[in-house]
């Protein structure tokens, strides 16, 4: 046996042969392999760590059985959703009630004067104060049920938690009112809901409901709590309409003395109605039940289990507003596990020293936040070298992200972003980010900066703030993560803007414990929110990545389209153009009767002036904003970003004007979720709306190639019979006088100069047909910059064009109609003997080979030139009529602006030939005119040409089409194998282990028989030597193992004989019963 003989002749050395050989070594080498093992151990404990994903990052969600293209989450290990994440915690009360627990009588709330620490209150201190608000108000006659509202109008603040935890702990309902709101959404929140009782923070705030309630617009608020102080004349006025108004401190004495014990609610029950802030009409009164609410907070309890654990040592900033969900999930967490809410000031400028001073470890904020950080911090990188310092430091930081690992220890950390953590306390060990948008390149720059984990989400405030969140472990951004445990998204077909559902593509749908009841006392809205199987349709435009994760691509809502037919979602080319750096918003507006795209863009004040001074200007905000030059490069930016990334043609716009002031909640123009409104922007902005479609249509009239229609359009008092009276007027001046070919002015021949010839007066020339094309081109819109769009419903606007520079005869597809319309409306007078009459409208139904054309053009280089040409009045101004003479016998799809051209320059050239008396000047004009023809007829051929080298690439834009669905279909076809072929690779793994297993066994074999054959030999040669093996040899225990087996046989045959012997007696026994 080889491996007998190798450890037979294998010298191994005695301890106390290394003993001796150590105590040889020097000191120096002593201590050197003593440090050198310390290092190591040390390192090898404190090494980064990537963290425990959740689950598999390349699945991160799996379709639902039954439930086609809808998905949920890997964390969870069967269809059935969370609904607690602690079997104790069912509501709201429940889950600050355990904290209360847990904390052990820690501080909870805190909040600090100006320049001052801040100060605590005790989770039991707020509890107290909770039952005593709650109990105070039973005592004022509020009934302990779930259809009790009360109002609360308050900016974040310890007593906002009191009191909502107060109405919990005897099942009322909170109704939250914005700081922002205004008048009237205030007014309709509070006769909407009944509030017959609203606690206020400011005394302002009460002033307010005051005054409605003296208009009678709410006679049903009948008291006002106001938690600061305030003069005793509020409370006279108060008295005078009915209202009776305590202090905070009052309510609190009152339910003290009447304290009750508490009646908590049902997870059933309603625990808030979050009225949206819409963009459109009054706001929508969410009902969202205890349920909701607590499902969402444990599907991200349960999401990140394994990477954060909250406990009562952490510290949340609370500045984000406590009427919307996203705060109230994450103070919900908080509170569940015993910690501390800090709150911030109240004004947002002063955040940032809030944050020095809390030092928080959670800190949820919003995508504009994250943009101010992201400018600031590379704005204060003002050198070429800072720039590139903090380039390669993130790109470090990103490969550790990318590698699972989130630390702020590392090198870069201590050298380059430490003030930026800094900044933020320089203990966050969370952030969350959603409520809008956020870029890929900020999201991923400041995980990297920040060193915590950072998470983004996705969801509505019908669906109780979050539907969908990335994964721990999976920091890559452009996408907003799997399902949440709570929920299952399910994808539909939007067909209108080419979204299929088979694609992976689709409006995204919500269904689970999180969704909303409805909206209050609004069945219509609730029906159009939530169809009959209970699905939150949410409006966005969703995509499943391959590894399961979800990416908002589009909006469905405030969708509309061009008057080509395309489609337009405003917001995600909003988006796009928000990355241009000169940029802070952007209002993209289009309509239904335009070709093209126009925008408000209002540029960042405190980027603008260093973005300006690179590009060559000086001045202020209003003068540069003013600056013509200024804003054709910010055009020329946006167009840039546009084509990089992947909007069409026809998305992006034509035009802008460049507004100095931001929009504002202030001024109107945003809700107070900082979304746009848009119905309002479209008002306040017509009028620079209106001039920019009016300049491009002027422009795209000055771009036919007619000069001196385009200054005839600019002398014209602006009507089409204004324009044609300036040319007569220019026309009756010019048959007074001789002009000579070189443009001088002659002396003006008297009546009977030349007595002996008959002159032909000038005949006018009719430029009513060209004023008439133009006067239909100005209710179409052209623009040469838009390609043919790849989109299947741009087909009809777009499979016969032609540019502007080739045809005036083209007309759209709505023009076409009306053309038709007025063809039956309107009888056609023409000239029968020497011309024809053609209608664009009718273009479609005739065809041309492109040899014939070339003959008819032939014909038309050598007839004469026409001296008379009659012109019959158009009878439509949307059917745009040609004349040409009849010989020249072309379609109508063949016009184009330089026919109508050359036969005007024909008769014009030939009744002028007449009025010539000079032969010399007579051939000069001749040769002139021959030139000329055929340089146009040339123009012509190459128009010819184009048109149908367009139709050809037509027909390529259709196969590319049908082979891109072709491509989309096998997409969707890999994407739905994946996972099996997920499956699959891993039964390849199982089989290669088995396969490693039994090669490992054949070899055991393999060696035991020649083992076996060893022992054999053995025996041959020495027979007379008796062998002892070892009760531990391996022969010893295959002889044990062979007893042990003979002895289970063994004691199986006794059982089954036993078990035969005793069924004889039951046998027996049954018989005779």
């Not at 870069?412 to 320089?426: C, H, M, P, T």
């Not at 999180?514 to 809205?525: A, H, Q, S, T, W």
Request: charged share 25%.
């Amino acid at each position: 046996m080889q491996a007998h003989e190798l450890f037979r002749n294998l010298r191994m050395p005695e301890l106390g042969d290394v003993r001796q050989y150590v105590r040889t070594l020097p000191t120096n080498t002593l201590m050197g392999f003593g440090a050198f093992a310390a290092l190591t151990t040390y390192w090898y404990a404190t090494r980064p760590k990537a963290l425990k994903p959740a689950c598999d990052l390349a699945m991160q969600s799996v379709e639902v059985e039954g439930n086609e293209h809808a998905r949920r989450s890997c964390v969870l290990n069967s269809d059935e959703l969370l609904v607690y994440y602690y079997d104790d915690v069912r509501t709201v009360y429940d889950t600050f009630q355990r904290g209360v627990q847990v904390s052990n009588n820690g501080p909870c709330l805190g909040v600090r004067k100006p320049n001052q620490p801040y100060e605590w209150i005790s989770y039991k201190e707020a509890s107290d104060r909770a039952e005593y608000v709650g109990s105070a108000l039973l005592y004022r006659g509020f009934k302990p049920s779930h259809t009790q509202y009360i109002g609360i109008f308050s900016q974040n603040r310890p007593e906002w938690v009191i009191i909502e935890q107060g109405c919990y702990a005897f099942s009322m309902v909170v109704v939250p009112l914005y700081d922002t709101l205004g008048t009237e959404a205030i007014t309709y929140i509070v006769n909407k809901a009944d509030l017959s009782l609203v606690f206020c923070d400011k005394p302002d705030k009460a002033k307010l409901l005051l005054t409605n309630v003296e208009k009678g617009e709410t006679p049903i608020l009948n008291t006002i709590i106001i938690m600061e102080s305030f003069s005793k004349d509020l409370v006279e006025r108060g008295k005078k309409c009915g209202v009776e108004i305590f202090s905070m401190r009052e309510l609190e004495e009152l339910g003290r003395a009447h304290r009750q014990k508490p009646m908590p609610p049902k997870p059933e029950d309603l625990a808030i109605i979050c009225f949206t802030s819409g963009t459109t009409g009054n706001p929508k009164g969410a009902m969202i039940t205890h349920e909701n609410i607590v499902s969402n907070a444990s599907a991200f309890m349960k999401t990140t289990e394994k990477t954060f654990s909250p406990s009562s040592d952490d510290v949340l900033i609370s500045f984000l507003p406590l009427a919307h969900m996203f705060e109230r999930i994450v103070e919900c967490v908080i509170l569940c596990h015993g910690a501390r809410i800090g709150f911030f000031q109240g004004d947002i400028r002063l955040l940032m020293d809030d944050l020095k001073t809390l030092q928080p470890t959670v800190f949820p904020v919003v995508p504009r936040l994250l943009n101010r950080m992201f400018d600031k911090i590379f704005a204060q990188a003002n050198t070429s070298l800072k720039r590139w310092m903090l380039d390669f430091a993130s790109k470090r930081k990103e490969a550790e992200l990318r590698s699972g690992i989130v630390r702020n220890n590392s090198f870069w950390d201590k050298v380059i972003f430490r003030k930026i953590q800094a900044s933020l306390g320089g203990k966050v060990r969370l952030m969350i980010t959603g409520a809008a948008p956020v870029s890929a390149s900020v999201l991923t720059f400041l995980r990297a900066a920040l060193g915590c984990q950072f998470y983004e989400g996705y969801g509505q405030t019908e669906c109780t703030a979050g539907c969908s969140l990335s994964v721990p472990g999976d920091w890559t951004a452009g996408h907003v993560g799997a399902p949440m445990p709570c929920s299952i998204i399910k994808l539909v077909d939007v067909p209108e803007m080419n979204y299929l559902a088979a694609k992976g593509e689709g409006e995204v749908c919500v269904k689970g414990p999180n969704v909303f009841r409805g909206y209050l006392k609004d069945p219509e809205k609730t029906a159009e929110a939530l169809d009959k199987d209970g699905w939150l349709h949410t409006g966005d435009i969703g995509k499943w990545l391959p590894n399961g994760t979800l990416k908002i691509i589009d909006r469905k809502k405030h969708i509309f389209k061009l008057a080509q037919g395309e489609y337009i979602a405003p917001e995600k080319i909003e988006n796009v153009y928000l990355s241009c750096e000169a940029l802070a918003q952007v209002f993209v507006h289009g309509e239904s009767l335009q070709a093209f795209l126009v925008a408000i863009v209002v540029p960042d004040p405190e980027i603008l002036h260093s973005w300006a001074k690179r590009k060559g200007f000086e001045g202020s905000y209003e003068e540069l904003c003013k600056n013509k030059d200024v804003k054709k490069h910010i055009l020329e930016d946006m167009v840039r970003v546009g084509k990089e990334s992947g909007l069409k043609s026809f998305e992006q716009v034509k035009d802008i004007v460049v507004h100095p002031e931001m929009f504002s909640i202030e001024n109107g123009l945003l809700t107070p979720t900082l979304k746009a409104k848009r119905p309002e922007l479209r008002k306040y902005f017509q009028s620079q709306i209106d001039e920019l479609y009016a300049n491009n249509k002027m422009a795209a009239l000055r771009g036919f190639g007619l000069p001196a229609l385009g200054g005839l359009l600019r002398e014209g008092s602006g009507s089409v019979e204004g324009k044609v009276k300036v040319y007569q007027d220019r026309e009756s001046r010019f048959k007074k006088m001789k002009i000579n070919p070189s443009g001088n002015k002659l002396k003006v021949h008297k009546a009977d100069s030349h007595p002996q010839r008959k002159r032909c007066p000038l005949e006018e020339p009719d430029v009513s047909r060209i004023l008439k094309v133009a006067e239909t081109m100005h209710l179409e819109e052209i623009d040469d910059s838009f390609d043919h769009p790849l989109h299947s419903t741009a087909v009809d606007a777009y499979g016969e064009e032609q540019s502007p520079s080739t045809s005036l005869g083209h007309v759209s597809a709505p023009q076409r109609k009306n053309a038709e319309r007025s063809k039956k409306m309107h009888s056609s007078k023409a000239s029968a003997s020497n011309v024809q009459k053609f209608n664009t409208a009718d273009a479609e139904d005739e065809s041309l080979t492109e040899n014939v054309v070339q003959k008819k053009l032939q014909v038309k280089r050598k007839r004469p030139l026409e001296e008379n040409m009659s012109d019959p009045p158009a009878h439509s101004p949307r059917s745009v009529q040609v004349w040409c003479p009849k010989e020249l016998k072309r379609s109508a799809r063949d016009i184009t602006e330089l026919d109508v051209v050359l036969t005007e320059f024909e008769k014009i050239a030939a009744n002028y030939r007449q009025s010539i008396e000079s032969n010399v000047c007579r051939k000069a004009i001749n040769s002139f005119c021959s030139a000329f023809t055929d340089k146009v007829t040339d123009l012509i051929v190459k128009a010819q040409e184009l048109k149908n080298m367009k139709k050809k690439n037509a027909k390529v834009i259709t196969n590319i089409k049908k082979k891109r669905q072709q491509l989309l279909q096998l997409r969707g076809e890999l994407t739905r194998a994946e996972p099996q072929l997920i499956k699959l690779r891993r039964e390849y793994n199982e089989i290669k282990e088995r396969k490693s297993s039994l090669r490992q066994a054949t070899a055991l074999l393999t060696d035991l028989k020649e083992l076996q054959q060893d022992c054999l030999d053995y025996r041959e040669e020495n027979p007379e030597e008796k062998l002892v093996y070892g009760t531990s040899s391996l022969p010893a225990l295959l002889v044990e193992s062979r007893r042990i087996l003979g002895a289970e046989g063994h004691f199986e045959n006794i059982n089954i004989k036993l078990e035969e012997a005793l069924d004889v007696p039951r046998g027996k026994l049954s018989n005779k019963r």
